[in-house]
């Protein structure tokens, strides 16, 4: 059987890291990580291409764009792609792709490690390896390969700072496992004949997480500066109504001036439901809030981002918020 073919596509991150004066930074290219790993010809025809070296930290959605762009350029060249990315903001990426290149029938895998490549217990060898033979499994859209995991890539968060565990699937069960080279699949995702490839991106999204006893200043200064706030409240969501600051007319004076607001949770799983308490009921019966019910935090920020670059009318980012991608949102009005 014809080997199947595969880009790889090389951003930085940890897996490919080396330790400076500094700390680690990224330095080796997408050719020179395969150096390491000889054996992976033997899954697929892999072919190379370094788009940046950058720790994910640096990450910006206009590199989502070049990631997507590349992908649409070289699409019929290819049956899967991998991406080697950094860990820390991963999710964020896979999410951003996931509304970027919607309806991939191709795989579409991003990957990383907690440790470099070249350190002698490291998890990067395997990760690339599951990454790889996921890419060229026939899977299709756009998910993060990570510890034998095969995530959803809206439903990807990761949920540990140093351990090779590092990533959960958030309200969404696994698409499957990598084990021993081979897939075990439990879900497989719907998608296009062809994928639908988006350009545009509009970073002016802001994320503020309630603390106790924090008044509304931070959230005007935030809606004064961007086209959207998402708010992460306590428990099932809602806002404030003690004397320290008017959340309400606060978040009001922003969607009069024509902004969009989000309101979703800290709490990792079961998502929000305003309707349950007064604070969230008074919001979501009197104001045009969107409500991010079971999405996670890196789906309603890149959701918002790819709405945002399409249009600013209110009804059409409502509609567009609330039509799921990618099983984004499974939860309803």
């Known amino acids: 059987m014809e080997k199947k073919r595969v880009l790889l596509i090389g951003t930085g991150g940890t897996i490919a890291s080396e330790m400076g004066e500094n700390g680690l930074s990224p330095e080796l290219t997408s050719e020179q990580l395969l150096k390491y790993i000889p054996d992976i010809s033997s899954i697929c025809d892999i072919a190379c291409c370094q788009l940046f070296s950058l720790d994910s930290t640096n990450i910006q959605p206009k590199h989502w764009a070049r990631i997507a762009g590349t992908i649409r350029a070289r699409y019929r060249e290819f049956d899967g792609f991998v991406v080697a990315h950094g860990?820390?903001?991963?999710?964020?990426?896979?999410?951003?792709?996931?509304?970027?290149?919607?309806?991939?029938?191709?795989?579409?895998?991003?990957t990383g490690a907690q440790r470099p490549i070249g350190f002698e217990t490291t998890d990067s060898k395997q990760n690339l390896r599951d990454a790889v033979t996921v890419a060229s499994s026939g899977m299709a859209g756009v998910m993060l390969v990570f510890n034998g995991k095969i995530?959803?890539?809206?439903?990807?968060?990761?949920?540990?700072?140093?351990?090779?565990?590092?990533?959960?699937?958030?309200?969404?069960?696994?698409?499957?496992?990598?084990?021993?080279g081979r897939i075990i699949p439990y879900i497989r995702p719907e998608a296009r004949a062809v994928p639908q490839f988006y350009d545009a991106v509009n970073p002016r999204v802001a994320?503020?997480?309630?603390?106790?006893?924090?008044?509304?200043?931070?959230a005007a200064y935030l809606l004064e500066r961007n086209d959207a706030l998402i708010i992460e409240s306590f428990g099932v969501g809602g806002l404030p109504t003690y004397k320290a600051g008017d959340y309400y007319d606060t978040v009001k004076a922003g969607l009069d001036a024509g902004k969009t607001v989000v309101m979703t949770t800290q709490v990792e799983n079961e998502g929000s439901d305003l309707a349950v308490y007064h604070v969230g009921g008074a919001i979501k019966r009197n104001l045009p809030i969107l409500e991010a019910y079971d999405m996670t935090t890196e789906a309603v920020c890149a959701k918002l981002m790819w709405i945002l670059g399409q249009t600013t009318d209110r009804k059409w980012v409502e509609e567009l918020f609330y039509t799921p991608v990618a099983c984004d949102i499974l939860a309803g009005k």
């Open 207 to 218: 994320l503020m997480k309630l603390i106790p006893g924090a008044d509304c200043g931070a």
């Open 87 to 110: 860990t820390d903001t991963m999710a964020y990426t896979a999410a951003g792709l996931s509304y970027l290149v919607q309806g991939c029938p191709k795989p579409v895998v991003l």
């Open 151 to 180: 995530i959803l890539g809206t439903r990807a968060r990761k949920t540990r700072s140093k351990s090779f565990e590092a990533f959960s699937s958030i309200n969404y069960p696994l698409l499957g496992m990598v084990q021993d």
